[in-house]
């Protein structure tokens, strides 16, 4: 049974930190596309940033390049999501998501999904 399981999220105060993680199981996603993407209250679930399984990496500029670094370990199987200088329009829950070797930003592409850990901003 393949499962992402997501886990960091909380409540951090604007300006804050927080690291997102995301543990594979049950098939290997080395040659997977894996990326994190966010859905805040009504609004549309969002691409935030993905990396390839040659390391390449895309952001979403707009919102996060600068402030958010994506990584993986795969050895471990796990994806990791550095968030810093968090704002309050970070307020989502946040998904791990995987697709086979290639890019995508849209959701309907992914095979793969976590239930998501909320990241709340907020003093």
């Known amino acids: 049974q393949v499962q992402l399981v997501e886990s960091g999220g909380g409540l951090v105060q604007p300006g804050g930190s927080l690291r997102l993680s995301c543990e594979a199981s049950?098939?290997?996603?080395?040659?997977?596309?894996m990326a994190w993407f966010r859905q805040a209250p009504g609004k549309d679930r969002e691409f935030v940033a993905g990396?390839?399984?040659?390391?390449?990496?895309?952001y979403n500029t707009d919102s996060v390049k600068g402030r958010f670094t994506i990584s993986r370990d795969t050895a471990r199987n796990t994806l990791y999501l550095q968030m810093n200088s968090l704002k309050p329009e970070d307020t989502a829950v946040y998904y791990c998501?995987?697709?086979?070797?290639?890019?995508?930003?849209?959701?309907?592409?992914?095979?793969?999904w976590g239930q998501g850990t909320q990241v709340t901003v907020s003093s």
């Open positions: 049950g098939r290997t996603f080395s040659n997977y596309f």
């Open positions: 998501a995987a697709r086979p070797a290639f890019y995508s930003d849209r959701k309907g592409d992914y095979n793969y």
């Open positions: 990396v390839g399984w040659l390391g390449s990496i895309t």
